[in-house]
């Protein structure tokens, strides 16, 4: 008898509690666990400047203290590109979960060249997004984008990236600059994950 009690209390404790529970889950998964994430200060010289570039191009990615918008040195981009080029660091590990952020922020040192490039996010499964700027400005800018305002690439896609049209988390790559056309030198500080 205790037993068939016990057995009608847990259930009705499993009815009563269930659906609260799958509630609170999914209200903390959509939730961002932090309100900023820093992807660089480009202050640690440890830390890789990637470039990658076509047979028709010249780019070089250093850390340089001819400017800086935080700390000592910021991120200096040239190109001559013709065919493609670009610049980039990987994501750390543990930075790489965008879930719940909103904006990119980036700050940029511009020199009014009147050249466009892009910056390309790549995701877990190597799929890419992309925002494209013009270099019409002079000295620092920030630049606040909306994590939905990057497009996917039309242009190319890895041949073995999942192409669904979404962020999958961890991300992988911030490609802070990178361009198909251009002579221009770019210095880049403050890289930025937001939750607002
Ligand atoms: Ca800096
Ligand atoms: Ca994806």
């Known amino acids: 008898m205790l037993r068939f009690f016990s057995a009608i209390l847990t259930l009705t404790l499993l009815l009563a509690c269930g659906p609260e529970t799958k509630k609170a889950v999914s209200k903390e998964e959509t939730k961002p666990a932090v309100e900023t994430i820093l992807i660089s200060d480009f202050e640690n010289n440890s830390k890789e400047l990637i470039t990658y570039a076509g047979p028709q191009s010249k780019v070089t990615a250093v850390y340089s ?64 997004f992309r925002y494209t ?27 073995d990236a999942v192409l669904n049209k979404k962020y999958d988390y ?6 802070f600059c990178t361009a198909t056309l251009g002579n221009f030198t770019l ?10």
Request: a negative charge; hydrophobic letters at 35%.
């Open 187 to 196: 210095y880049f500080d403050d890289i930025v994950i937001d939750s607002k």
């Open 133 to 159: 700027i013009t270099d019409d400005f002079e000295g620092w800018k920030e630049f606040v984008i909306p994590l939905s305002d990057f497009k996917w690439r039309t242009d190319w896609q890895a041949s």
């Open 65 to 128: 203290t001819e400017k800086a918008k935080s700390g000592k040195q910021s991120a200096k981009v040239t190109h001559q590109t013709k065919d493609w080029a670009g610049a980039l660091i990987t994501v750390d590990e543990g930075k790489g979960d965008w879930t719940g952020m909103k904006t990119f922020r980036m700050w940029v040192f511009g020199s009014n060249s009147k050249a466009s490039f892009n910056i390309d996010l790549e995701d877990a499964k190597k799929e890419q």
């Open 170 to 175: 961890p991300m992988m790559t911030v490609q």
